[in-house]
């Protein structure tokens, strides 16, 4: 089975801190996303990465970065937290084969507090 | 742009019953995935089941099944012998075959099975 490892469950950080949340598949999946989920609103995508050392902005990417050294890792940095950004962080990955892209598979989850 | 509709944010159904969760999109792609994606309470989200847009027939999973009806643009999910453990938020999800990394969500159903 595809596992996704989200780093932590819960997480409190403080206005203004700088906050990496980390996210390692162990299928060699190409792409990877990074998710917030609020109610109401569903899944919104901050960022994606198709390749190691590329990204690419999703729907809200503002006040957020990502970085992908590595093919099974994808970094989701928050470079000065804010409490707008309180919320649930999804991590997922999907396999390309060809021209199409598989389901995604998706991490555990974040609940980010920002206080 | 594509756009992703689910116009029931809460349903209940009892035990053993069966229920029909509702999905409409807008695209004008002609080749397309389509996903409904269950997320239990505090738990990973989990592909449920998944539709080829060039494929007629209805997709199946044992108990689940969808209602695709592509010149409508409509993609609902039916439950049968709905059981507690399909309790969950399901999420619909959209994925053109053209290359496009980016999946589409709704803002999901909120399904409780009632004892």
């Known amino acids: 089975d595809v596992k996704v490892t989200q780093s932590s469950r819960y997480l409190v950080k403080r206005t203004g801190e700088k906050v990496f949340l980390e996210c390692v598949q162990d299928m060699d999946h190409e792409n990877m996303f990074w998710y917030r989920q609020d109610p109401g609103l569903g899944l919104r995508l901050i960022y994606f990465?198709?390749?190691?050392?590329?990204?690419e902005k999703g729907d809200i990417p503002e006040g957020y970065s990502v970085s992908r050294e590595k093919k099974e890792r994808f970094s989701l940095i928050l470079e000065s937290a804010s409490t707008n950004q309180t919320s649930m962080y999804l991590c997922?990955?999907?396999?390309?084969?060809?021209?199409?892209?598989?389901?995604?598979?998706f991490g555990d989850g974040t609940r980010l507090s920002i206080l | 742009a594509q756009t992703v509709t689910q116009s029931q944010p809460e349903m209940s159904v009892q035990e053993a019953e069966t229920v029909t969760l509702s999905c409409t999109y807008d695209?004008?792609?002609?080749?397309?995935?389509l996903f409904w994606y269950k997320q239990p309470p505090s738990r990973q989200m989990i592909l449920v089941i998944r539709q080829e847009a060039y494929k007629q027939q209805n997709a199946t999973e044992n108990r689940f099944s969808v209602n695709f009806q592509k010149a409508a643009k409509s993609f609902s999910l039916k439950i049968s012998d709905s059981q507690l453990g399909d309790t969950a938020m399901y999420f619909c999800?959209?994925?053109?075959?053209?290359?496009?990394?980016?999946?589409?969500f709704g803002t999901g159903t909120r399904l409780k099975v009632l004892a």
């Open positions: 997922a990955s999907s396999a390309r084969t060809g021209n199409s892209n598989q389901p995604q598979h």
């Open positions: 990465s198709y390749d190691v050392k590329m990204k």
């Open positions: 695209t004008s792609e002609s080749n397309y995935y």
């Open positions: 999800a959209f994925l053109t075959t053209s290359g496009t990394y980016k999946y589409i």
